[in-house]
């Protein structure tokens, strides 16, 4: 069985994601008490896969990476973002909280076959266009340590010059990256973030992202031309929305390659999609954990809410929205009220048996920070593809040598 080590594990998202893709996971390291109390309280109410993990609660920076004695195959971990979001002070590694040098050193330690990191957008802009590339290096080779006399530009320096070499000397990784939309796979919300994907080179692995399932054009087919999105959701023709404006050309274009072959992909999931099935937050006896209203939300310009029809817009770790995130949604009658804490890990995939700690506003932030489960397990699953094939071919390879 494949295994993995999960850093920066929060509520679980990710690591969760990788547990359901097959990886027995061997530790999963998390500094922040709420998040571990999250984990612990499902654990011990024997919560499928989180009751198996062994949960460090530990600054990653002191873990005993020493104490594990088996081979890793996966390391999966996403850094805190603070020092990339969009809604941080975007100070990269001049931020005490970059924690990518720490992610770079677990893997030159543990050296596994494989590493899934994933991070937000904002890494990839241009004004960070030069410790992206760094990082990037700095993962391919991460036995290239900075040394004593070099800064960062020397050390970034001496790594071009071994990457454009050709070099694959030691432990080594051919590594890729992509910003993706988790609705573009099923996540009934728009969150971009960046995945980056290694594999140790000396595996001979080739490897790409997966294919993207859903898509905004398949939804607008179903809401626009032909209406099962609404029968779906049981909605009479008199409560329908109509067509804006700037959607109508858009819509008949669709409406007219209704002859052509389908489009394979399914339709983007949205916020009415991804609650079907949860009462009003003020129903008595909720069988639902986390389901309270929570009171206070106000529209402003910015902060507008998700609309029910569309997947939500990226939950932030906080009460309040900031550029490009929400944290509540907009009703049928156009007043809006905040997502409650079940909506919100809807939103994030984790199945609703999965119990968080703390109040409102802590878990929120728990929400905010996780990797939606559902992307997890696809980015995973491709990868543990890979290596379960991998390994066959190496135990063939040894059998013919054996029988000559």
Same mark, same amino acid.
């Given at each position: 069985?494949? +295994?993995?080590?999960? &850093? /920066? ?30 984990? !612990?309280e ?15 609660e ?22 805190p973002?603070?020092? %990339? ?14 924690? %990518? =040098?720490? @992610? ?5 330690? &543990? ?9 937000v957008?904002?890494? @990839?802009?241009?004004s ?21 006399? *070099? ?22 990784y ?6 993706? +939309? ?8 728009k969150?971009?973030?960046? /995945?980056i994907v290694?594999?140790?080179?000396? &595996? ?25 999105? $609404?029968?779906?959701?049981?909605? =009479? ?31 983007? !999931? @949205?916020?009415?999609?991804?609650l ?37 817009k ?8 900031? =550029? ?10 156009? @007043?809006?009220?905040? %997502? ?5 890990? !809807? ?7 999965y119990?968080?700690?703390?109040? $409102?506003? *802590? ?42």
């Open positions: 069985m494949l +295994n993995s080590v999960e &850093l /920066f594990a929060g509520a679980g998202g990710l690591a969760m994601g990788v547990s359901l893709a097959g990886f027995e996971s061997k530790a999963v390291v998390e500094w922040d008490k709420w998040a571990c109390d999250t984990i !612990r499902n654990s011990a109410n024997e919560f499928p896969i989180v009751n198996k993990w062994p949960l460090y530990a600054d990653v920076r002191d873990f005993d990476f020493g104490s594990l004695e088996d081979k890793i195959d996966l390391v999966a971990g996403g850094p973002c603070q020092p %990339f979001s969009l809604g941080g002070k975007h100070r990269a590694n001049q931020d005490v909280r970059d924690m %990518f =040098p720490v @992610t770079v050193d677990a893997i030159r330690r &543990l050296r596994p076959k494989a590493f899934i990191v994933e991070n957008r904002g890494l @990839t802009r241009a960070f266009s030069n410790y992206f590339q760094y990082l990037l290096l700095q993962l391919s080779y991460p036995e290239m340590r900075q040394r004593h006399d *070099e800064d960062t530009i020397d050390h970034l320096s001496r790594l071009e010059r071994v990457k454009t070499s050709g070099r694959r000397a030691g432990l080594t051919e590594v890729v990256f992509r910003v993706v +939309n988790a609705a573009d796979y099923g996540v009934p919300q969150r971009e973030r960046v /995945f290694g594999f140790r080179n000396n &595996l001979g692995i080739k490897w790409s992202f997966p294919n993207e399932t859903h898509s905004y054009e398949a939804l607008l087919e179903e809401q626009w031309v032909t209406g099962s999105y $609404w029968d779906r959701h049981q909605i =009479p023709m008199k409560k329908r929305p109509s067509i804006g404006a700037s959607l109508s050309n858009r819509i008949e274009t669709i409406r007219k390659s209704n002859n052509r072959p389908k489009n394979s992909r399914m339709p983007w !999931r @949205t916020v009415r999609d991804g079907v099935g949860l009462p009003e937050p003020s129903c008595p006896n909720s069988p639902f954990y986390n389901h309270k209203f929570q009171a206070g939300a106000k529209q402003y310009p910015g902060h507008t809410g998700s609309p029910l029809d569309l997947p939500a990226a939950l932030k770790a906080g009460v309040h929205g900031v =550029p490009g995130g929400e944290n509540m949604m907009v009703l049928s009658d156009g @007043t809006v009220r905040y %997502f409650t804490a079940r909506e919100a890990a !809807r939103l994030q995939t984790f199945p609703d048996g119990k968080f700690n703390g109040a $409102w506003s *802590e878990i929120m932030r728990q929400l905010g920070n996780a990797v939606p489960v559902r992307l997890a397990e696809i980015v995973a699953s491709s990868v543990a593809q890979k290596l379960i094939l991998n390994e066959e071919r190496s135990f063939k390879s040894t059998i013919q040598r054996l029988a000559r």
